[in-house]
């Protein structure tokens, strides 16, 4: 007896293989009529990826966004526990990222007290801006940056934050000369390059200075640092640190 042949074979020559979604970097657009800023960079696990967010709606006060992306395929990434923070409660975010990749990604999100989703374009910053490929170098960051501390409604528009440099090289100190909000950093405070990514993880403890009030006293805030070069011979630092629920600081200075 002759042998079967089995069902036939479905021609497969169109089916697109989808491809993994990519995401790293600083990116830059508009949210509303608002300057957005966010930094998307690799954790342990490589289908996730952490995304900061910074949106600047007055020179007082900032939007801060926080939370992680899984990247799916074909340019789509769903947010895990985004939290934007205006310093009142953090609120949730839901929505979605379509279109993105290493040059650019759209966001669609609903942003409390909004009803309806934000949607915006996001445009990578690529070299000689940005290098998102490159390692950080405490050569980015040495040195003292003076300007915009925000805390909430808490805002000082010249504080002097300090990096210095360390016998490791992967870790600056990170210092406050002079006080600010009735606080000093601790000296445990530190910015550390990452091992993936163009950005320094940082840690901020906070003092009482004597005779103040530190509202953050005791506290220790967690998140992000990130320099690139608006123009060739500038540099801005942004720095994001955050509690476990999302609430925290922003810093912008330009040097």
Known sequence: GGGGGGAPQAGNENIAIPV????QGVYSGVIGSDDFVS??????????????????????T????????????????????????SGIAPVSMSGSITAASPNSYIGSLNIPPSVNNVVFTAVAKTPPVFNASQ??????????????WIDGSNFSGAVLLRFSSTTTFVQQKLSTPYVFLGCI??????????????????????????????ARVGQTLSGVAFVYHPTPSTSRLELIALDSEGRGISFRADR
Do not use: R
Request: aromatic letters at 10%.
């Open 62 to 85: 900032v939007v801060i966004y926080s939370g992680q992306l899984s990247l799916g395929t074909d340019g789509l990434a769903s947010p895990i526990g985004l939290k934007a923070f």
């Open 20 to 23: 993994p979604t990519e995401m």
């Open 135 to 148: 390692t950080a170098s405490s050569e980015d960051t040495d040195g003292d940056w003076t300007g915009a």
């Open 185 to 214: 950093l601790n000296i445990t405070s530190s910015a550390t390059s990452a091992s993936k990514g163009n950005f320094f993880m940082v840690s901020l403890k906070f003092d009482q200075a004597p005779l103040s009030t530190c």
């Open 39 to 60: 930094l998307v960079v690799p954790t342990a696990d490589p289908a996730t990826v952490n995304w900061y967010g910074l949106t600047f709606v007055s020179s007082h």
